[in-house]
Structures are given as structure tokens and as C-alpha cells.
């Protein structure tokens, strides 16, 4: 069974600090997508970035850069220079690839609380 | 309009009142989830329809009733909840059509339930 491991649960830090917010997970197959979304106050989970299981490059888009690592099996993300605007929890999530006649499903880590204070 | 709209935003309701949760989606995507939200816990998924078929029932008490009349729209009735019901409801979409789980899941502001 597939399973996400977030092990920080709340994280503060002062705008401007770096700060990774680290991702494990488990699953059996050779396919699988990974996630992060982010969730303001506001309620609504917005949809960051997927990588899938055969593109280990890591990538940046603007502050935020993720780390991809099969062999220890982490999705690791990491936003430079914070600000307050980040303040949200974030969610990584897991979805092993669907095979004809059923549809793959995600799977949630439990989410790091992030706070950044001015 | 936002992608996934979801109304109510806050419901408070007794345990033996009926209502119905309504979820949206102007994305033209083929798939629609429901996800339960509680304080402490993962997300956990509830419901997937795809092309208005419900391909997944994530072992869901009968109390909870979707509904998926089209591709563009979800429900969720409600009826004798209990107070371990009270979490935020959140609806998602993707474009997903053979359920590869590759495509990411957008999602709604969520409904606020509280069960009395």
C-alpha cells in the first residue's frame, strides 16, 4: 500500500530563513506521481508541482525548489528567502499510476504547518 | 468563475437534518473527488466518479450519498450525521480519463461542517 510520511508537523520561521519541508513515502510500484499542494487559510488546495517516478532533475520555479531522491525515496521541498505569504500547511501526495479498469488514487501525507513571521 | 466552486461554504446542522453539500467544476475535466478534511488527520478520499460513473468508495458510511448528474457536477447528501462527521469537505477535479493518476487535482475552498 502506498503511504506519505510528513514527518515535520509545524514549522516557524522568519521571513527571509530557508526553510525544507521534507517528504517520504512508500509504495510498491515502478510508476507513481508525486505532489505538493499548498493550503492558505482560505481552505483550497493549490496544486504546486507532480513529478513523475522516472524524472529524478530536480527543479526550481522561482523560490521554491524541490528535491527528488529515489534511492531514499523523498520528495523534499524547499522555499529560499520566505515570506508571509507562505504561511499555509503543505501537503505532499503520492499517486501509484492506475491500470485499466480502475483509477489510482492519492494519498496524502498529513501536512507541515508552515508559519513565517515578519 | 473560480475552477471548483463549492457551496456551502459553512454548514451547521443537527444529526437529524438532511442537506446536500454541491461541488462545480468550469474545467472541463472528465473526473470529480470528494475529500474529507479533518483536524490532525490526511486528507481522506472519500468518493471518485469518473464520466459521472463512481469508480472508487472509500469504504464511506451510507449516511454520506453522492451524486454526479453530469461531469460537471457533484453532490454529497447528507443525512443522521454524527459529530465525528464535523470536518471540511473539499471537492476536487482533474482531467483524467483512464484514472492514471497522473494529472493534478484541483481543488475547491471546501465546505465547513458542523454536525450539533
Known amino acids: 500500500a502506498q503511504k506519505v510520511t510528513q514527518a515535520q508537523t509545524e514549522i516557524s520561521v522568519v521571513e527571509k530563513e530557508d526553510v525544507t519541508l521534507d517528504c517520504v513515502y512508500e509504495t510498491r510500484d515502478t510508476t507513481y506521481y508525486l505532489f505538493w499542494y499548498k493550503q492558505p487559510p482560505s481552505g483550497e488546495l493549490v496544486f504546486l508541482i507532480r513529478?513523475?517516478?522516472?524524472?529524478?532533475q530536480n527543479e526550481i520555479s522561482g523560490r521554491y525548489s524541490w528535491n527528488f531522491q529515489k534511492s531514499t525515496s523523498s520528495f523534499n521541498f524547499t522555499i529560499t528567502a520566505s515570506q508571509v505569504v507562505d504561511s499555509a500547511v503543505y501537503f505532499c501526495?503520492?499517486?501509484?499510476?492506475?491500470?485499466?479498469?480502475?483509477?489510482?488514487?492519492?494519498?496524502f501525507g498529513k501536512g507541515i504547518t508552515l508559519s513565517v513571521r515578519p | 468563475e473560480t475552477g471548483v466552486t463549492q457551496t456551502p461554504r459553512h454548514l451547521v446542522m443537527g444529526m437529524t437534518n438532511k442537506k446536500s453539500l454541491k461541488c462545480e467544476q468550469h474545467?472541463?475535466?472528465?473526473?470529480m473527488y470528494w475529500y474529507k478534511q479533518s483536524a490532525k488527520k490526511p486528507l481522506e478520499l472519500m468518493f471518485v466518479?469518473?464520466?459521472?460513473?463512481?469508480?472508487e468508495n472509500n469504504s464511506v458510511p451510507s449516511r454520506f450519498s453522492p451524486e454526479c448528474p453530469n461531469s460537471s457536477h457533484l453532490f454529497l447528501h447528507l443525512h443522521t450525521l454524527q459529530p465525528e462527521d464535523s470536518a471540511l469537505y473539499l471537492c476536487?477535479?482533474?482531467?483524467?480519463?483512464?484514472?492514471?493518476?497522473?494529472?493534478?487535482?484541483?481543488f475547491g475552498d471546501g465546505t465547513r461542517l458542523s454536525i450539533l
Open positions: 474545467l472541463g475535466h472528465n473526473a
Open positions: 501526495a503520492l499517486s501509484e499510476a492506475g491500470y485499466t479498469g480502475a483509477n489510482s488514487k492519492l494519498t
Open positions: 476536487a477535479s482533474s482531467q483524467d480519463p483512464e484514472g492514471l493518476g497522473n494529472q493534478p487535482q484541483h
Open positions: 466518479y469518473n464520466f459521472k460513473e463512481q469508480t
Open positions: 513529478r513523475n517516478s522516472f524524472d529524478e
